[in-house]
Nanobody
């Protein structure tokens, strides 16, 4: 129901664009978000979007990452610029039932399989 893609290996300072395609019935419900989980670390919210004027970013990616959604294509994107080695993680997309865009993973009811992002120094 959620299919993420776009991960890969990139050098520090480079860019990647992640995509997550959702089934129509899920996509229309609410907030779409990207989380990430690095080995030995807790899963953390990276960015979330309910609509154009309602987004949320973790402080460490502000000014570098941009989340957007295309409702016609049932897709959410994460444009990642100026990547750093500490951005290395598995990135997962998730959807909430409404406008919730917080960092509690329990607020999201459907998850994709994840895509690996590796940033080399």
């Amino acid at each position: 129901q959620l299919q993420a893609s776009g991960g890969g290996l990139v050098q520090a300072g480079g860019s990647l664009r992640l995509s997550c395609v959702a089934s129509g019935s899920i996509f229309s419900l609410g907030t779409m978000a990207w989380f990430r989980q690095a080995p030995g670390k807790q899963r953390e919210l990276v960015a979330a979007i309910y609509n154009v004027g309602n987004t949320n970013y973790v402080d460490s990616v502000k000014g570098r990452f941009t989340i957007s959604r295309d409702n016609a294509e049932n897709t959410v994107y994460l444009q990642m610029n100026s990547l750093k080695p500490e951005d290395t993680a598995v990135y997962l997309c998730a959807v909430a039932a409404g406008p919730y865009s917080g960092s509690d993973s329990g607020g999201y009811h459907t998850w994709g399989q994840g895509t690996q992002v590796t940033v080399s120094s």
